[in-house]
């Protein structure tokens, strides 16, 4: 017997209706201003972006339509493989949450396409909610993040153990990741990545660093997230 609570609203695999069609369309609409929300109420903190928000409210409905005019099931796989495929180019220079959005949207769309309105809708709900909860209570996000911190020396000191003392009274991790000269051989510049300890001042710190290195070029900033999937 079908399962009507997720069945679909097609009367036949081989013919769709207009009224069909619409009913699809209008909920794959309605489900993705519900995931963008979700996109942008987890991303409320910092800068999102306003195009993958519409395009979130979009994408469901484009997947949709692929999948209403693709008759039958070995058609609607290759379709379905095709736009599985240009995820990959969406989530080269993006963020891991993009490409999360990206293919919970499509699935969204693949069940509104089959009729599966009322799954579309669960699923819309229910791993939304769970986005956006993830993203308030900051799964996973370590309380003091790294940061990339840039020293310029001049030739005649030795970075190796230069620092070691103020790394030690200032930070819980400190990692050297780069050496570069620059200015003809004249100055390195010295790339650390560093973790700060809890409640110590950033500014005093800086200030040790530059009576160690003459008072040179000195920077201090977040890593630069790069992510691929």
Known sequence: RRNYMFGTIFSSTTSVSTRETIICLIVALVLGFVLSGAYILANRKKKYSTTFALTMVLLPAVVAVVIIMVGSDIARAVS??????????????????????VFLAMAVGLACGVGYITLAAVIAVTIGAIYVILSIINFAVPSNKP???????PENLNYYGAFDDLFEEYTTSCELVKVKTANLGTLYTVTYYIVEKKGIDEKKFLDS???????LNLSIGMIEEKESL
């Open 80 to 101: 379905l493989g095709g736009v599985f495929a240009l995820v990959r180019f969406r989530s080269i220079p993006g963020d891991a949450k993009d490409i999360l959005n």
């Open 147 to 153: 940061k990339e911190l840039k020293i310029t020396i």
């Open 209 to 215: 660093i530059r009576c160690r290195n003459g008072n």
